[in-house]
Protein backbone atom coordinates (compact mmCIF):
# COMPACT_ATOMS: atom_id res chain seq x y z
CA UNK A 1 0.00 0.00 0.00
CA UNK A 2 1.40 3.52 -0.43
CA UNK A 3 0.61 6.32 2.26
CA UNK A 4 -0.65 9.88 0.81
CA UNK A 5 -1.25 12.81 2.02
CA UNK A 6 -5.25 14.72 1.18
CA UNK A 7 -5.90 18.15 2.45
CA UNK A 8 -3.52 17.38 5.61
CA UNK A 9 -5.34 13.62 6.03
CA UNK A 10 -3.46 10.67 5.62
CA UNK A 11 -4.53 7.60 3.56
CA UNK A 12 -3.32 4.09 2.11
CA UNK A 13 -4.45 3.30 -1.08
CA UNK A 14 -3.33 0.61 -3.29
CA UNK A 15 -0.83 0.92 -6.09
CA UNK A 16 -1.94 1.97 -9.00
CA UNK A 17 -4.89 3.88 -7.82
CA UNK A 18 -5.69 7.89 -8.66
CA UNK A 19 -5.79 10.51 -6.22
CA UNK A 20 -9.21 10.37 -7.29
CA UNK A 21 -9.55 7.00 -5.57
CA UNK A 22 -7.94 8.03 -2.62
CA UNK A 23 -9.39 11.19 -2.20
CA UNK A 24 -12.67 9.13 -2.17
CA UNK A 25 -12.19 6.66 0.53
CA UNK A 26 -11.43 9.58 3.17
CA UNK A 27 -14.66 11.45 1.79
CA UNK A 28 -12.94 14.25 0.29
CA UNK A 29 -14.86 15.15 -2.49
CA UNK A 30 -13.39 16.63 -5.55
CA UNK A 31 -15.70 17.60 -8.82
CA UNK A 32 -15.56 15.88 -11.74
CA UNK A 33 -17.76 16.11 -15.21
CA UNK A 34 -15.82 13.82 -18.03
CA UNK A 35 -15.44 11.06 -15.28
CA UNK A 36 -17.78 7.96 -14.95
CA UNK A 37 -17.50 5.16 -13.19
CA UNK A 38 -19.73 2.53 -14.25
CA UNK A 39 -19.60 0.52 -11.12
CA UNK A 40 -22.11 -2.49 -12.57
CA UNK A 41 -20.15 -2.69 -15.43
CA UNK A 42 -16.14 -2.18 -14.60
CA UNK A 43 -16.06 0.15 -17.04
CA UNK A 44 -14.41 4.11 -16.12
CA UNK A 45 -14.64 6.71 -18.53
CA UNK A 46 -11.45 8.22 -17.49
CA UNK A 47 -11.00 10.68 -20.57
CA UNK A 48 -8.76 13.53 -18.24
CA UNK A 49 -10.43 15.96 -20.79
CA UNK A 50 -12.24 18.09 -18.43
CA UNK A 51 -10.04 19.19 -16.03
CA UNK A 52 -12.45 20.10 -13.55
CA UNK A 53 -10.75 17.98 -11.09
CA UNK A 54 -7.28 19.58 -10.92
CA UNK A 55 -5.68 19.74 -7.54
CA UNK A 56 -2.29 20.45 -6.66
CA UNK A 57 0.44 17.85 -6.04
CA UNK A 58 3.41 19.31 -3.83
CA UNK A 59 6.19 19.93 -5.61
CA UNK A 60 5.23 19.79 -8.95
CA UNK A 61 5.08 23.06 -10.98
CA UNK A 62 1.32 22.03 -13.02
CA UNK A 63 -2.14 21.32 -11.54
CA UNK A 64 -2.86 17.29 -12.03
CA UNK A 65 -6.45 15.83 -13.04
CA UNK A 66 -7.06 13.75 -9.79
CA UNK A 67 -9.30 11.43 -11.82
CA UNK A 68 -6.28 10.35 -13.91
CA UNK A 69 -2.97 10.75 -11.60
CA UNK A 70 -1.71 8.08 -10.01
CA UNK A 71 -0.29 7.80 -6.20
CA UNK A 72 3.15 7.44 -5.50
CA UNK A 73 4.01 7.31 -2.04
CA UNK A 74 4.26 10.20 0.59
CA UNK A 75 2.41 12.67 -2.04
CA UNK A 76 1.16 15.97 -0.31
CA UNK A 77 -2.41 17.03 -2.29
CA UNK A 78 -4.43 19.82 -1.95
CA UNK A 79 -7.41 20.08 -3.31
CA UNK A 80 -8.66 23.57 -2.46
CA UNK A 81 -5.90 25.88 -2.55
CA UNK A 82 -6.51 29.42 -4.45
CA UNK A 83 -4.89 28.16 -7.56
CA UNK A 84 -7.23 24.97 -7.63
CA UNK A 85 -10.33 27.08 -7.22
CA UNK A 86 -9.28 29.33 -9.77
CA UNK A 87 -8.12 26.83 -12.68
CA UNK A 88 -11.67 25.16 -12.41
CA UNK A 89 -13.54 28.08 -12.42
CA UNK A 90 -12.11 28.72 -15.57
CA UNK A 91 -12.33 25.71 -16.83
CA UNK A 92 -16.34 25.99 -16.02
CA UNK A 93 -16.12 29.41 -17.97
CA UNK A 94 -14.44 28.22 -21.05
CA UNK A 95 -16.23 24.89 -21.07
CA UNK A 96 -19.73 27.55 -20.92
CA UNK A 97 -17.97 29.88 -23.14
CA UNK A 98 -19.18 27.45 -26.22
CA UNK A 99 -22.47 26.52 -24.75
CA UNK A 100 -25.88 27.52 -24.86
CA UNK A 101 -27.44 29.42 -22.67
CA UNK A 102 -30.94 27.85 -22.50
CA UNK A 103 -30.96 26.13 -19.25
CA UNK A 104 -34.47 27.20 -18.11
CA UNK A 105 -35.82 25.57 -21.69
CA UNK A 106 -33.38 22.57 -21.02
CA UNK A 107 -34.53 18.92 -20.73
CA UNK A 108 -31.44 18.48 -18.73
CA UNK A 109 -32.08 21.31 -16.13
CA UNK A 110 -31.95 20.11 -12.91
CA UNK A 111 -30.23 16.68 -13.54
CA UNK A 112 -27.67 18.38 -15.75
CA UNK A 113 -23.80 18.02 -14.12
CA UNK A 114 -22.72 21.44 -15.72
CA UNK A 115 -25.78 23.48 -14.75
CA UNK A 116 -24.69 22.00 -10.86
CA UNK A 117 -21.01 22.78 -11.27
CA UNK A 118 -22.18 26.54 -12.33
CA UNK A 119 -23.81 26.54 -9.56
CA UNK A 120 -21.63 25.34 -6.90
CA UNK A 121 -19.03 27.38 -8.54
CA UNK A 122 -21.52 30.63 -8.16
CA UNK A 123 -20.49 31.23 -12.11
CA UNK A 124 -22.44 34.77 -12.39
CA UNK A 125 -21.13 36.29 -15.44
CA UNK A 126 -19.15 34.00 -18.34
CA UNK A 127 -16.24 36.23 -19.26
CA UNK A 128 -14.45 34.56 -21.43
CA UNK A 129 -15.69 34.71 -25.29
CA UNK A 130 -18.45 37.04 -24.55
CA UNK A 131 -18.92 38.21 -28.18
CA UNK A 132 -17.75 35.42 -29.93
CA UNK A 133 -19.09 32.96 -32.28
CA UNK A 134 -20.50 29.67 -30.87
CA UNK A 135 -20.52 26.30 -32.69
CA UNK A 136 -23.30 24.70 -34.01
CA UNK A 137 -24.41 21.79 -35.03
CA UNK A 138 -27.43 20.38 -36.68
CA UNK A 139 -30.04 18.95 -34.63
CA UNK A 140 -30.80 15.23 -34.59
CA UNK A 141 -34.38 13.57 -33.66
CA UNK A 142 -34.58 10.28 -33.85
CA UNK A 143 -38.21 8.28 -32.52
CA UNK A 144 -35.80 7.70 -28.97
CA UNK A 145 -33.32 10.05 -29.06
CA UNK A 146 -32.56 13.99 -29.47
CA UNK A 147 -28.90 15.07 -30.38
CA UNK A 148 -27.72 18.43 -29.56
CA UNK A 149 -24.22 18.69 -30.29
CA UNK A 150 -24.35 22.43 -29.11
CA UNK A 151 -24.62 21.13 -25.57
CA UNK A 152 -22.04 18.40 -26.38
CA UNK A 153 -18.60 18.73 -24.06
CA UNK A 154 -16.45 16.26 -25.53
CA UNK A 155 -16.47 14.04 -22.27
CA UNK A 156 -17.29 11.18 -24.07
CA UNK A 157 -18.89 9.32 -21.72
CA UNK A 158 -21.55 8.12 -24.63
CA UNK A 159 -18.82 6.78 -26.33
CA UNK A 160 -17.56 4.75 -23.63
CA UNK A 161 -21.35 3.58 -23.07
CA UNK A 162 -21.87 3.15 -26.77
CA UNK A 163 -18.08 1.42 -27.67
CA UNK A 164 -17.07 -0.17 -24.72
CA UNK A 165 -20.43 -1.39 -22.25
CA UNK A 166 -22.80 -2.04 -25.38
CA UNK A 167 -20.53 -2.62 -28.42
CA UNK A 168 -23.12 -1.02 -30.22
CA UNK A 169 -20.54 1.74 -32.26
CA UNK A 170 -23.00 3.94 -32.98
CA UNK A 171 -20.84 6.95 -31.27
CA UNK A 172 -17.17 8.54 -31.84
CA UNK A 173 -15.86 11.39 -31.72
CA UNK A 174 -15.30 13.38 -35.51
CA UNK A 175 -13.78 17.06 -36.46
CA UNK A 176 -11.33 19.33 -34.29
CA UNK A 177 -11.27 22.19 -32.91
CA UNK A 178 -14.93 24.43 -32.90
CA UNK A 179 -16.19 21.46 -35.03
CA UNK A 180 -15.24 18.79 -32.88
CA UNK A 181 -18.70 16.32 -32.17
CA UNK A 182 -19.58 13.06 -31.06
CA UNK A 183 -21.08 11.32 -34.29
CA UNK A 184 -22.28 8.21 -35.79
CA UNK A 185 -20.14 6.75 -38.68
CA UNK A 186 -20.50 9.79 -41.42
CA UNK A 187 -22.08 12.10 -39.48
CA UNK A 188 -25.02 10.46 -40.49
CA UNK A 189 -28.27 10.73 -38.12
CA UNK A 190 -29.15 8.19 -35.47
CA UNK A 191 -31.44 6.67 -37.26
CA UNK A 192 -29.49 6.05 -40.20
CA UNK A 193 -26.74 4.73 -37.87
CA UNK A 194 -26.19 1.37 -35.71
CA UNK A 195 -27.65 3.08 -32.77
CA UNK A 196 -29.78 0.29 -31.21
CA UNK A 197 -31.81 2.91 -29.18
CA UNK A 198 -30.94 1.70 -26.14
CA UNK A 199 -30.82 5.04 -24.28
CA UNK A 200 -27.44 3.95 -22.29
CA UNK A 201 -25.67 7.21 -23.88
CA UNK A 202 -28.85 9.68 -22.77
CA UNK A 203 -28.26 7.90 -19.21
CA UNK A 204 -24.86 9.03 -19.31
CA UNK A 205 -24.87 12.29 -20.33
CA UNK A 206 -23.77 14.81 -18.06
CA UNK A 207 -25.71 17.50 -20.23
CA UNK A 208 -28.19 17.80 -22.88
CA UNK A 209 -26.47 16.89 -25.58
CA UNK A 210 -28.03 13.74 -25.97
CA UNK A 211 -31.89 13.50 -24.18
CA UNK A 212 -34.66 11.31 -24.78
CA UNK A 213 -37.61 12.26 -27.45
CA UNK A 214 -40.49 13.28 -25.01
CA UNK A 215 -43.74 13.12 -25.82
CA UNK A 216 -45.44 14.25 -22.51
CA UNK A 217 -47.50 17.01 -24.30
CA UNK A 218 -48.95 14.46 -26.34
CA UNK A 219 -50.06 12.24 -23.23
CA UNK A 220 -51.93 15.82 -22.16
CA UNK A 221 -53.58 15.86 -25.23
CA UNK A 222 -54.88 12.41 -25.43
CA UNK A 223 -56.37 12.92 -22.05
CA UNK A 224 -57.98 15.87 -23.06
CA UNK A 225 -59.38 14.97 -25.78
CA UNK A 226 -63.12 13.15 -24.47
CA UNK A 227 -63.56 11.72 -27.56
CA UNK A 228 -60.54 9.16 -26.82
CA UNK A 229 -60.55 6.14 -24.54
CA UNK A 230 -57.26 6.58 -23.02
CA UNK A 231 -55.74 2.92 -21.87
CA UNK A 232 -51.87 2.99 -19.74
CA UNK A 233 -49.94 0.03 -19.11
CA UNK A 234 -47.03 0.54 -17.17
CA UNK A 235 -43.56 -1.81 -17.34
CA UNK A 236 -42.18 -3.62 -14.54
CA UNK A 237 -39.42 -2.17 -13.45
CA UNK A 238 -40.75 1.75 -13.68
CA UNK A 239 -42.34 1.07 -9.90
CA UNK A 240 -39.18 0.60 -8.17
CA UNK A 241 -37.65 3.21 -9.31
CA UNK A 242 -40.42 6.23 -10.20
CA UNK A 243 -40.19 6.84 -6.28
CA UNK A 244 -36.81 8.15 -6.58
CA UNK A 245 -38.30 11.27 -8.58
CA UNK A 246 -40.08 12.42 -6.08
CA UNK A 247 -37.45 12.19 -3.38
CA UNK A 248 -38.05 8.76 -2.24
CA UNK A 249 -35.37 6.34 -1.05
CA UNK A 250 -34.18 4.02 -4.11
CA UNK A 251 -35.59 0.31 -4.21
CA UNK A 252 -38.68 2.03 -2.73
CA UNK A 253 -42.21 0.03 -4.08
CA UNK A 254 -44.14 2.38 -5.25
CA UNK A 255 -46.80 0.06 -7.64
CA UNK A 256 -50.13 1.60 -5.46
CA UNK A 257 -49.49 5.51 -6.02
CA UNK A 258 -48.45 5.03 -9.77
CA UNK A 259 -51.89 3.29 -9.98
CA UNK A 260 -53.41 6.04 -8.29
CA UNK A 261 -51.24 8.98 -9.70
CA UNK A 262 -52.31 7.08 -13.73
CA UNK A 263 -55.99 7.17 -11.90
CA UNK A 264 -55.91 10.72 -10.96
CA UNK A 265 -54.46 11.90 -14.35
CA UNK A 266 -57.54 10.84 -15.89
CA UNK A 267 -56.36 7.55 -18.09
CA UNK A 268 -59.86 5.60 -18.54
CA UNK A 269 -58.25 2.65 -17.78
CA UNK A 270 -55.28 1.96 -15.62
CA UNK A 271 -53.64 -1.39 -17.23
CA UNK A 272 -50.27 -3.29 -16.58
CA UNK A 273 -47.29 -4.60 -18.82
CA UNK A 274 -47.02 -7.19 -16.45
CA UNK A 275 -50.25 -8.85 -17.91
CA UNK A 276 -48.96 -8.95 -21.03
CA UNK A 277 -45.51 -9.92 -19.55
CA UNK A 278 -47.32 -12.86 -18.31
CA UNK A 279 -49.05 -13.47 -22.18
CA UNK A 280 -45.26 -13.46 -23.38
CA UNK A 281 -44.40 -16.40 -20.56
CA UNK A 282 -47.67 -18.31 -22.58
CA UNK A 283 -46.67 -17.75 -25.94
CA UNK A 284 -42.44 -17.96 -25.48
CA UNK A 285 -42.84 -20.73 -22.48
CA UNK A 286 -45.00 -22.78 -25.37
CA UNK A 287 -42.14 -22.05 -28.41
CA UNK A 288 -39.39 -23.23 -25.61
CA UNK A 289 -41.92 -26.58 -24.66
CA UNK A 290 -42.16 -27.01 -28.81
CA UNK A 291 -38.25 -26.57 -29.44
CA UNK A 292 -37.16 -28.92 -26.58
CA UNK A 293 -39.78 -31.62 -27.38
CA UNK A 294 -38.58 -31.29 -31.15
CA UNK A 295 -34.89 -31.44 -29.68
CA UNK A 296 -35.40 -34.41 -28.10
CA UNK A 297 -37.36 -36.36 -30.43
CA UNK A 298 -34.25 -36.06 -32.85
CA UNK A 299 -35.72 -32.62 -35.55
CA UNK A 300 -32.32 -31.65 -36.76
CA UNK A 301 -33.91 -28.65 -37.86
CA UNK A 302 -34.91 -27.20 -34.21
CA UNK A 303 -32.83 -24.00 -33.61
CA UNK A 304 -31.57 -23.91 -30.44
CA UNK A 305 -30.85 -22.02 -27.79
CA UNK A 306 -34.39 -19.95 -28.02
CA UNK A 307 -33.60 -16.31 -27.32
CA UNK A 308 -35.73 -13.87 -25.63
CA UNK A 309 -37.02 -11.13 -27.95
CA UNK A 310 -38.49 -8.21 -25.60
CA UNK A 311 -35.49 -6.03 -25.54
CA UNK A 312 -36.22 -3.64 -28.41
CA UNK A 313 -32.96 -2.62 -28.36
CA UNK A 314 -31.20 -6.37 -28.12
CA UNK A 315 -33.82 -7.04 -31.23
CA UNK A 316 -32.53 -3.82 -33.24
CA UNK A 317 -28.69 -5.44 -32.37
CA UNK A 318 -29.19 -8.97 -33.45
CA UNK A 319 -31.23 -7.73 -36.66
CA UNK A 320 -28.27 -6.03 -37.57
CA UNK A 321 -25.44 -7.44 -36.08
CA UNK A 322 -26.15 -11.28 -36.39
CA UNK A 323 -28.61 -11.39 -39.72
CA UNK A 324 -27.32 -14.62 -40.18
CA UNK A 325 -29.25 -16.02 -36.64
CA UNK A 326 -32.51 -14.21 -37.06
CA UNK A 327 -34.49 -17.78 -36.64
CA UNK A 328 -33.09 -18.14 -33.55
CA UNK A 329 -34.66 -15.61 -31.15
CA UNK A 330 -38.07 -16.64 -29.81
CA UNK A 331 -41.01 -14.70 -32.58
CA UNK A 332 -42.99 -13.57 -29.53
CA UNK A 333 -43.64 -9.76 -29.80
CA UNK A 334 -42.09 -7.87 -26.24
CA UNK A 335 -44.88 -7.21 -23.67
CA UNK A 336 -45.32 -3.58 -24.38
CA UNK A 337 -46.34 -4.52 -27.85
CA UNK A 338 -48.42 -7.86 -26.81
CA UNK A 339 -50.20 -5.52 -24.66
CA UNK A 340 -51.04 -2.97 -27.72
CA UNK A 341 -52.30 -5.68 -30.12
CA UNK A 342 -54.51 -7.17 -26.84
CA UNK A 343 -55.89 -3.97 -26.02
CA UNK A 344 -56.73 -2.97 -29.64
CA UNK A 345 -58.70 -6.42 -30.34
CA UNK A 346 -59.56 -8.55 -27.08
CA UNK A 347 -60.15 -5.76 -24.80
CA UNK A 348 -61.69 -3.33 -27.81
CA UNK A 349 -63.85 -6.01 -28.92
CA UNK A 350 -65.19 -6.83 -25.43
CA UNK A 351 -65.72 -3.14 -24.83
CA UNK A 352 -66.73 -2.00 -27.57
CA UNK A 353 -64.36 0.31 -28.33
CA UNK A 354 -63.61 1.38 -32.08
CA UNK A 355 -59.57 0.95 -32.56
CA UNK A 356 -59.94 4.80 -33.39
CA UNK A 357 -60.78 5.97 -30.47
CA UNK A 358 -58.66 4.01 -28.43
CA UNK A 359 -55.45 5.59 -27.77
CA UNK A 360 -52.58 3.08 -25.62
CA UNK A 361 -50.03 4.72 -23.92
CA UNK A 362 -47.34 2.85 -22.49
CA UNK A 363 -45.05 4.34 -19.30
CA UNK A 364 -41.75 2.45 -19.96
CA UNK A 365 -37.81 2.39 -18.21
CA UNK A 366 -36.83 2.76 -21.71
CA UNK A 367 -36.29 4.47 -25.05
CA UNK A 368 -35.77 1.78 -27.58
CA UNK A 369 -39.73 1.22 -26.45
CA UNK A 370 -40.09 4.34 -27.74
CA UNK A 371 -38.47 3.09 -31.06
CA UNK A 372 -40.20 -0.41 -30.51
CA UNK A 373 -43.45 1.66 -31.20
CA UNK A 374 -43.00 3.66 -34.26
CA UNK A 375 -42.01 0.37 -36.31
CA UNK A 376 -43.66 -0.32 -38.84
CA UNK A 377 -45.31 -3.78 -38.38
CA UNK A 378 -46.67 -2.91 -35.23
CA UNK A 379 -49.00 -0.73 -36.54
CA UNK A 380 -49.15 1.96 -33.52
CA UNK A 381 -50.92 -0.58 -31.08
CA UNK A 382 -48.71 1.31 -28.78
CA UNK A 383 -49.81 4.80 -30.06
CA UNK A 384 -47.13 7.41 -27.18
CA UNK A 385 -44.54 5.33 -24.97
CA UNK A 386 -43.05 7.62 -22.33
CA UNK A 387 -40.19 6.81 -19.73
CA UNK A 388 -40.23 6.56 -16.01
CA UNK A 389 -39.05 10.28 -15.72
CA UNK A 390 -42.08 11.63 -18.34
CA UNK A 391 -44.30 10.55 -16.23
CA UNK A 392 -43.15 11.73 -13.19
CA UNK A 393 -42.87 15.03 -14.81
CA UNK A 394 -46.58 14.54 -15.84
CA UNK A 395 -47.58 13.70 -11.68
CA UNK A 396 -45.80 17.27 -10.91
CA UNK A 397 -47.01 19.30 -13.65
CA UNK A 398 -50.61 18.24 -12.53
CA UNK A 399 -49.91 19.25 -9.04
CA UNK A 400 -50.69 15.20 -7.43
CA UNK A 401 -49.04 14.83 -4.07
CA UNK A 402 -47.90 11.71 -5.08
CA UNK A 403 -45.89 10.12 -1.67
CA UNK A 404 -48.94 11.07 -0.25
CA UNK A 405 -51.09 9.17 -2.64
CA UNK A 406 -52.74 5.85 -1.16
CA UNK A 407 -52.34 2.49 -2.74
CA UNK A 408 -54.57 1.43 -5.61
CA UNK A 409 -55.23 -1.81 -7.24
CA UNK A 410 -55.17 -1.67 -11.20
CA UNK A 411 -58.03 -2.34 -13.86
CA UNK A 412 -58.88 -5.39 -14.75
CA UNK A 413 -58.73 -7.53 -17.13
CA UNK A 414 -55.99 -6.39 -17.84
CA UNK A 415 -53.94 -4.73 -14.81
CA UNK A 416 -53.78 -8.49 -13.21
CA UNK A 417 -50.38 -10.16 -12.91
CA UNK A 418 -48.35 -12.51 -11.12
CA UNK A 419 -45.09 -12.22 -9.22
CA UNK A 420 -43.25 -13.95 -12.86
CA UNK A 421 -44.33 -10.91 -14.69
CA UNK A 422 -42.65 -8.21 -12.27
CA UNK A 423 -39.37 -9.84 -12.58
CA UNK A 424 -39.14 -9.17 -16.29
CA UNK A 425 -37.96 -5.82 -15.08
CA UNK A 426 -34.32 -7.04 -14.07
CA UNK A 427 -31.82 -8.80 -15.11
CA UNK A 428 -32.39 -12.93 -15.44
CA UNK A 429 -36.26 -12.17 -14.67
CA UNK A 430 -37.56 -13.20 -18.20
CA UNK A 431 -35.95 -16.35 -17.97
CA UNK A 432 -36.74 -17.36 -14.19
CA UNK A 433 -40.61 -16.70 -15.02
CA UNK A 434 -40.12 -18.97 -18.45
CA UNK A 435 -39.11 -21.24 -15.85
CA UNK A 436 -41.24 -21.51 -13.56
CA UNK A 437 -44.06 -22.11 -16.34
CA UNK A 438 -42.00 -24.40 -18.90
CA UNK A 439 -41.49 -26.80 -15.62
CA UNK A 440 -45.13 -27.50 -14.77
CA UNK A 441 -45.77 -27.37 -18.98
CA UNK A 442 -42.79 -29.82 -19.29
CA UNK A 443 -42.97 -32.28 -15.84
CA UNK A 444 -46.71 -31.61 -15.21
CA UNK A 445 -45.81 -31.74 -11.77
CA UNK A 446 -46.30 -28.29 -9.76
CA UNK A 447 -43.11 -26.56 -8.69
CA UNK A 448 -42.84 -25.95 -5.12
CA UNK A 449 -39.84 -23.90 -5.12
CA UNK A 450 -40.58 -20.94 -7.31
CA UNK A 451 -37.04 -18.92 -6.71
CA UNK A 452 -34.31 -19.70 -9.02
CA UNK A 453 -31.12 -18.15 -7.07
CA UNK A 454 -29.06 -19.48 -9.22
CA UNK A 455 -30.75 -17.54 -12.53
CA UNK A 456 -30.22 -14.03 -10.08
CA UNK A 457 -27.47 -11.63 -9.59
CA UNK A 458 -25.49 -8.82 -11.31
CA UNK A 459 -22.70 -10.84 -13.63
CA UNK A 460 -22.35 -9.94 -16.95
CA UNK A 461 -22.89 -13.10 -18.52
CA UNK A 462 -24.04 -15.78 -16.05
CA UNK A 463 -25.17 -19.02 -16.48
CA UNK A 464 -26.81 -22.58 -14.65
CA UNK A 465 -28.03 -25.85 -15.50
CA UNK A 466 -31.78 -26.73 -14.15
CA UNK A 467 -33.28 -29.58 -13.83
CA UNK A 468 -36.46 -30.18 -15.29
CA UNK A 469 -37.99 -33.54 -15.35
CA UNK A 470 -35.16 -35.23 -17.32
CA UNK A 471 -34.04 -32.96 -18.79
CA UNK A 472 -30.84 -30.66 -17.91
CA UNK A 473 -31.86 -27.10 -19.50
CA UNK A 474 -29.02 -25.19 -20.00
CA UNK A 475 -29.79 -21.38 -19.93
CA UNK A 476 -27.24 -18.38 -20.20
CA UNK A 477 -28.17 -14.89 -19.23
CA UNK A 478 -26.68 -11.77 -20.72
CA UNK A 479 -27.15 -8.19 -19.94
CA UNK A 480 -25.24 -5.24 -21.37
CA UNK A 481 -25.00 -5.55 -25.38
CA UNK A 482 -21.14 -6.33 -25.13
CA UNK A 483 -21.94 -9.26 -23.07
CA UNK A 484 -24.94 -10.33 -25.38
CA UNK A 485 -22.16 -10.16 -28.42
CA UNK A 486 -19.65 -12.79 -26.43
CA UNK A 487 -22.56 -15.05 -25.74
CA UNK A 488 -24.21 -14.75 -29.46
CA UNK A 489 -20.53 -15.27 -30.87
CA UNK A 490 -20.41 -18.40 -29.08
CA UNK A 491 -24.00 -19.61 -30.71
CA UNK A 492 -22.43 -18.74 -33.96
CA UNK A 493 -19.71 -20.98 -33.27
CA UNK A 494 -21.60 -24.05 -32.55
CA UNK A 495 -22.99 -23.17 -29.07
CA UNK A 496 -20.07 -25.41 -26.80
CA UNK A 497 -22.19 -25.14 -23.67
CA UNK A 498 -25.37 -26.53 -25.14
CA UNK A 499 -27.40 -23.79 -24.04
CA UNK A 500 -30.92 -24.10 -24.43
CA UNK A 501 -32.70 -20.59 -23.57
CA UNK A 502 -30.74 -17.57 -23.39
CA UNK A 503 -31.93 -14.12 -21.87
CA UNK A 504 -30.45 -10.89 -23.19
CA UNK A 505 -31.38 -7.73 -22.04
CA UNK A 506 -29.24 -4.27 -23.90
CA UNK A 507 -29.17 -2.66 -20.61
CA UNK A 508 -26.65 -3.31 -17.63
CA UNK A 509 -28.99 -4.39 -14.70
CA UNK A 510 -32.05 -5.47 -17.26
CA UNK A 511 -34.89 -2.46 -17.70
CA UNK A 512 -34.03 -1.59 -13.86
CA UNK A 513 -30.80 0.51 -15.51
CA UNK A 514 -33.05 1.36 -18.70
CA UNK A 515 -32.29 4.62 -20.80
CA UNK A 516 -35.53 6.25 -19.03
CA UNK A 517 -35.29 5.65 -15.73
CA UNK A 518 -34.42 8.23 -13.29
CA UNK A 519 -30.30 9.40 -13.34
CA UNK A 520 -28.24 6.66 -11.54
CA UNK A 521 -25.25 8.11 -13.05
CA UNK A 522 -23.58 4.40 -13.07
CA UNK A 523 -24.60 4.11 -9.29
CA UNK A 524 -24.62 0.11 -8.82
CA UNK A 525 -25.56 0.25 -5.17
CA UNK A 526 -29.21 2.10 -7.20
CA UNK A 527 -29.34 -0.41 -9.25
CA UNK A 528 -29.23 -3.42 -6.32
CA UNK A 529 -32.08 -1.50 -4.21
CA UNK A 530 -34.35 -1.26 -7.51
CA UNK A 531 -33.64 -5.08 -8.06
CA UNK A 532 -34.13 -6.35 -4.39
CA UNK A 533 -37.75 -4.33 -4.95
CA UNK A 534 -38.67 -5.94 -8.26
CA UNK A 535 -37.64 -9.21 -5.95
CA UNK A 536 -39.45 -8.28 -2.76
CA UNK A 537 -42.99 -7.55 -5.52
CA UNK A 538 -42.40 -11.06 -6.62
CA UNK A 539 -42.37 -12.48 -3.09
CA UNK A 540 -45.48 -11.00 -2.15
CA UNK A 541 -47.33 -11.92 -5.02
CA UNK A 542 -50.11 -15.13 -4.34
CA UNK A 543 -49.69 -15.89 -7.61
CA UNK A 544 -46.08 -16.05 -9.04
CA UNK A 545 -46.58 -18.16 -12.75
CA UNK A 546 -47.74 -16.79 -15.66
CA UNK A 547 -50.00 -19.63 -16.27
CA UNK A 548 -51.92 -19.18 -13.11
CA UNK A 549 -52.84 -15.52 -13.88
CA UNK A 550 -56.45 -15.95 -14.10
CA UNK A 551 -57.50 -13.42 -16.22
CA UNK A 552 -54.52 -14.62 -18.83
CA UNK A 553 -56.60 -18.04 -18.66
CA UNK A 554 -60.08 -16.72 -19.30
CA UNK A 555 -58.34 -14.55 -22.48
CA UNK A 556 -56.92 -17.65 -23.66
CA UNK A 557 -60.47 -19.36 -23.30
CA UNK A 558 -62.57 -17.02 -24.21
CA UNK A 559 -60.04 -15.55 -27.22
CA UNK A 560 -57.30 -17.24 -28.70
CA UNK A 561 -57.71 -20.47 -27.47
CA UNK A 562 -54.38 -21.59 -26.64
CA UNK A 563 -50.80 -20.40 -27.19
CA UNK A 564 -49.30 -20.37 -30.65
CA UNK A 565 -53.00 -20.70 -31.85
CA UNK A 566 -53.44 -18.98 -35.10
CA UNK A 567 -55.03 -16.07 -33.49
CA UNK A 568 -52.21 -15.73 -31.13
CA UNK A 569 -49.61 -15.92 -34.06
CA UNK A 570 -51.55 -13.31 -35.65
CA UNK A 571 -51.68 -10.51 -32.80
CA UNK A 572 -48.62 -11.77 -30.44
CA UNK A 573 -45.99 -13.00 -32.82
CA UNK A 574 -43.36 -11.22 -35.30
CA UNK A 575 -40.85 -11.35 -37.69
CA UNK A 576 -37.35 -10.04 -37.89
CA UNK A 577 -35.22 -8.30 -40.68
CA UNK A 578 -31.39 -7.59 -41.36
FE1 LIG B 1 -38.86 -4.02 -19.72
FE2 LIG B 1 -40.46 -5.69 -20.69
S1 LIG B 1 -39.22 -6.05 -18.80
S2 LIG B 1 -38.58 -5.02 -21.72
O1 LIG B 1 -37.17 -4.22 -19.41
O2 LIG B 1 -40.13 -8.35 -21.60
O3 LIG B 1 -38.94 -1.42 -21.05
O4 LIG B 1 -39.60 -2.88 -17.12
O5 LIG B 1 -41.76 -3.37 -20.05
O6 LIG B 1 -42.09 -5.01 -23.11
O7 LIG B 1 -42.82 -6.65 -19.33
C1 LIG B 1 -38.81 -2.35 -20.48
C2 LIG B 1 -39.25 -3.23 -18.09
C3 LIG B 1 -40.81 -3.99 -20.09
C4 LIG B 1 -41.53 -5.32 -22.20
C5 LIG B 1 -42.01 -6.29 -19.85
C6 LIG B 1 -40.25 -7.36 -21.29
FE1 LIG C 1 -35.24 -1.04 -22.87
FE2 LIG C 1 -35.04 -2.84 -20.95
FE3 LIG C 1 -33.93 -3.28 -23.30
FE4 LIG C 1 -32.93 -1.43 -21.72
S1 LIG C 1 -32.99 -3.64 -21.28
S2 LIG C 1 -33.29 -1.23 -23.92
S3 LIG C 1 -34.75 -0.66 -20.72
S4 LIG C 1 -36.10 -3.10 -22.89
Request: overall charge negative; aromatic content about 6%.
Amino acid sequence: EIKITIDGTDVMVAPGATILDAAKKIGVHIPTLCHLDLHDTKMVNQGASCRICVVEVEGRRNLAPACATPVTDGMIVNTRSIKVLHARKVVLELLLSDHPKDCLVCEKSGNCELQDLAITFGIRDIKIGKDGAQSTYRKDVSEAIVRDMDKCIMCRRCETMCNKVQAVGALSGVNRGFNAVVAPAFEVDLIDSVCTHCGQCVAVCPTGALCEKEHIWSVVDALADKDKIVVVQTAPAVRAALGEEFGMEPGTLVTGKMTAALRRLGFNYVFDTDFAADATIMEEGAELVDRLTRFQNGDPTVKLPILTSCCPAWVNFFESQFPDLLDVPSTAKSPQQMFGAIAKSYFAEKMNIPREKMVVVSVMPCLAKKYEASRPEFNRDVDISISTRELAHLIKQANIDFVNLPDEDFDNPLGESTGASVIFGTTGGVIEAAVRTAYEVITGETLEKVDFEELRGFEGIRNATVKVGNLDLNIGIAHGLSNAKALLEEIRNGNPKNFHAIEIMACPGGCIGGGGQPYHHGNSEILKKRQTAIYNEDKNKVLRKSHENPFIKEMYKDYFEKPMSHKAHKLLHTSYEA
